[in-house]
């Protein structure tokens, strides 16, 4: 009989919460095999048998526990399940049933549907679309056929078009008097204690800009091909946005500064975090040294810690640290808001959805697809100058995408002006 403990997961970590068993009580399971979930105030960790056997769970899900707990016990002595023989079977020819297609819409595109070869800490776990989906269909349990098992959107429609939803729940659920109670997560519980202190301790203003996004999506329609081909990663928007962050931040220090106590801190660096909306919350992981990788390489970053963050894998190390912090309120149809700063930083920039709109060029009214940006800052350290210079030069760099190869106007720096 062997006890599985809380390993020690970070020197400013004294507990965390059990979120989720991954196995049931009595379970024969084999060494290595994640057990369950814990998670910290910062990430989501997995715990492991460390030798094959009976399980014997200690601590229900949902309890917050503290270093050194003791979760669950491990009985070495028990026999491992015989495995049922294999019946040969023959194989026969069978015609495939034909299934009406299902019509998928856009919040579906980026969910990939395939079938699961193993269970995994993933298996029935419900994509934001499809746990919402679900939540308003009645729908408790269906079978997922995304990645490792997961449901996403499709799974769900094709059980509402097979009938398993309840008939009428929208209008049985109008009138219901029921409330549902549940702990708040260590995650939530940060989350939310931090965006207070960033009220409550910062002198936070923000400031307001637009860009014209055409030439950004001229770029991207003509060589996303090129660039997916060369690079193995799709051509977004976020690579473009931080290096003209990188740009300006460098340009104006102050911005990518920070207070502590009585002193200044100046980062010669540009550690960007990038905002991730995350099935338990938002989290920011952040890009190192943002300002010495090319495009491509930020591409790729940021298409690898989306999925870390999806997938509840982001380590404390990727989530510790960021000296500025990048939003897109626009993935989920904001027009305009004023984020929060992501503290200790002093400054948090915001992107919002891209929607045409008539404005004034060249003395005509023309159609362009724009973007309002929003930058919010903690007035101690910046000053309004700082802070609206700095956001112009990012829409500078945006609507003139040349200068994100060097910073700056080629033509003044030719001129040296």
């Not at 009938?163 to 049985?172: D, E, F, L, S």
């Not at 300006?248 to 990038?274: K, R, T």
């Not at 989290?283 to 943002?290: D, E, F, K, S, Y």
Request: contains cysteine; charged residues 25%.
């Amino acid at each position: 009989m062997i006890e599985i403990k809380v390993p020690t997961v970070g020197e400013s970590i004294n507990e965390v919460t059990l979120s989720k068993w991954l196995k049931k009580d009595g379970d024969y399971v084999l060494e290595d095999e994640v057990l369950c979930e814990l998670e910290s105030d910062k990430a989501t960790f997995e715990l492991n048998a460390e030798k094959p056997g009976a399980l014997k769970i200690i601590v229900p899900a949902g309890d917050t526990i503290k270093i050194g707990t003791v979760v669950c016990s491990i009985d070495t002595d028990a026999p491992a399940p015989a495995e049922t023989p294999k019946q040969e079977v023959k194989p026969t020819k069978v015609e495939e049933p034909k299934v009406a297609p299902i019509p998928i819409s856009t919040s579906a595109v980026n969910e990939t549907s395939s079938t699961p070869t193993a269970n995994t800490y993933a298996t029935g776990t419900a994509s934001p679309s499809a746990a919402k989906l679900m939540a308003e269909s009645g729908l408790s349990k269906i079978n997922g056929t995304g990645r490792d098992g997961r449901i996403i959107k499709v799974d769900v429609m094709q059980a509402i078009k097979s009938g398993q939803a309840p008939v009428n729940i929208a209008k049985a659920e109008a009138f219901s008097r029921e409330t549902k109670r549940e702990k708040m997560t260590s995650l939530r519980k940060t989350i939310s204690k931090r965006l207070v202190q960033a009220k409550n301790q910062t002198a936070m203003l923000t400031t307001f800009n637009e860009v014209d996004m055409k030439p950004l999506m001229d770029i991207r329609a003509k060589y996303k091909e090129a660039f997916l081909k060369k690079h193995s990663i799709n051509l977004g928007f976020m690579g473009f946005f931080t290096k003209a962050v990188c740009n300006a931040l460098q340009e104006w220090p102050a911005v990518n500064a920070m207070i502590d106590g009585e002193d200044l801190i100046y980062n010669q660096f540009c550690d960007i975090s990038i905002a991730v909306s995350t099935p338990k919350g938002l989290t920011t992981p952040v890009i190192r040294n943002a300002e010495s990788k090319t495009l491509a390489q930020i591409e790729a970053n940021v298409a690898e810690l989306a999925k870390k963050g999806r997938d509840n894998k982001l380590t404390l190390e990727e989530m510790t640290g960021g000296t500025f912090t990048i939003s897109n309120g626009g993935v989920f149809g904001s027009l305009m808001s004023t984020p929060i700063i992501n503290i200790p930083q002093s400054a948090i920039l915001g992107m919002h959805k891209i929607q045409e709109r008539p404005v004034a060029l060249n003395g005509q009214v023309v159609i362009r697809p724009m973007m309002y940006l929003a930058l919010s800052y903690d007035h101690r350290i910046i000053d309004g100058r700082e802070s609206v210079s700095f956001l112009v030069r990012v829409k500078e760099q945006l609507e003139n995408p040349e200068q994100l190869l060097v910073g700056a106007d080629p033509v003044k720096l030719l001129l040296e002006i």
